[in-house]
């Protein structure tokens, strides 16, 4: 979920996050006519033999048996403040993980929980932002702050020696920055230039097109471009406001990883975060996404064109909103997306770039979400080509909705999603992800530890009951490229879609 950020504040190597808390939805099935589809290849084997040559591949080895994986458990306690800890020890390495996860994000405000982030680092009542640098660093740490969707991270890594002294330069942060009005100023600026790329780059243009189409009006995941002149009225009073009313500790919590105990823990916390006061739980703020109770598919096909003249390039997406994160399909339905649209062996990669050269790349996702996500397919291609990647398109959306993979396809993805499980918990930093992944999203507390029998209990029909129920016929279908070249293409092969044109801004024309 990074790409809906506006921007990545930190002081350290760490990916973007993003987490949530649980709606769910199941669309309903609509009776639409989709356009013709060309013959799709029967499966997605790798060719035998090289043609030009006549030598001939060997078969691969034979997949080992899935690597073990206990995940470990989870030591809990609530400190006297309210704020809630998550301990998972690991004891190889003498490093402990950190995350401060307070329960605001981009959606509650997309500027100030960005500006309110990175403002954190900027200074305390105690200590200036160089004494806090210096200090992290003097012992080989890290010390972060990212703003996501949902919520906004605190992090530390460091030795286990040290961690007594990163959770106070954690807990200065968090208590007594002091948000300095030059240090504003540099941020508004970085906002801005942030607010030009996206309207320059048409990825992103694509990304912020479709969630806003998909979504309902008002929504938080499908927000319009945020403009110049919201950035420029942003005070400190208003970054101050914000702080003080999500950064409470009954509005967070925090989970250590790595070579430490609850024990050990607990003491340090309450002495590092003693000061930091609770509110009372009904001047929380509410969920933004408790307003939005209904979401709905598209009845027509109406292709959403954001107008680039001159460009002999076209970005495409084409989805619709699909499941929560903790949504009971939401395993079966990844089986069928990496099916379809895996980045390096899906349908959509073998077909439109390996046999037809129409694209470099192309990938579905489904995005995660405490309200339902997205399923998206994502690619590019060149203006004079975009009709025969939509054909494509549109074609593998209908063989995935309606025939069950193949054995073969089904045990080959299954047996890869079993057997990189393991590389995805190797470190205290990946036990933290999906610990937190469980606390954001409301999954069970054995989610992880189950995470392989579930893929193991499902079956080909499973898949596909899956893909027919939320890889929608009909998708909203987004184009960024140069109206000229490419509307007669799309007629063409979509005659009965409605057409939208924007200018770079997102603005209809």
Known sequence: MPKQLPFLLRRSSLAALGFLCALSCKPKEEDTVVPEPKPLPANNELPTHDPVTGKVYPDPPAPTEPKPVNFPKIATFEASNGIRVFVVENHEVPLVSTQLVVRAGTMDDEHLASLTAGMLGEGTAARSKAKIDEAIEFVGGELGSVPSLHTTTIYTHSLHRDLKLALVLMADEVMKATFPAASLGKLKQAAR????????????????????????????????????????????????????????????????????????????????????????????????????????????????????????????RMGTVAVARNHEDWVALQVANNILGDETSGRLFMDLRETQGLTSAIESEVTMGQAPGTFVISTSTRADTLGQMLAGVFGHIQKIRTEAPTQKEFDDTVEKMIGQFPLEVETASDIVEKVREILVYGLNNDYWATYRDQLSALTPADVQNAAKRYVHPVPHVVIVGDAGKIQEQVKAVLPTAEFKLYSSDLAPK
């Open 193 to 316: 230039a942030n607010v030009r790329r996206a309207t320059s780059r048409p990825g992103p243009l694509a990304d912020r097109l479709l969630r806003m189409v998909a979504y309902p009006d008002g929504h938080p995941y499908g927000r319009s471009l945020p403009s110049q002149d919201s950035i420029d009225a942003i005070t400190v009073d208003d970054v101050k406001k914000f702080y003080k009313t999500f950064y409470r500790p009954n509005n967070a919590f925090l989970v250590f990883s790595g070579h430490v105990t609850a024990e050990e823990a607990k003491p340090i916390v309450e002495r590092t975060f003693a000061r930091w006061k609770k509110v009372d739980e009904s001047k929380l703020p509410t969920n933004p996404l408790n307003g939005f109770k209904k979401y709905t598919l598209p009845s027509k096909l109406v292709v959403h064109v954001v107008d680039r003249a001159g460009s002999d390039k076209v970005e495409v």
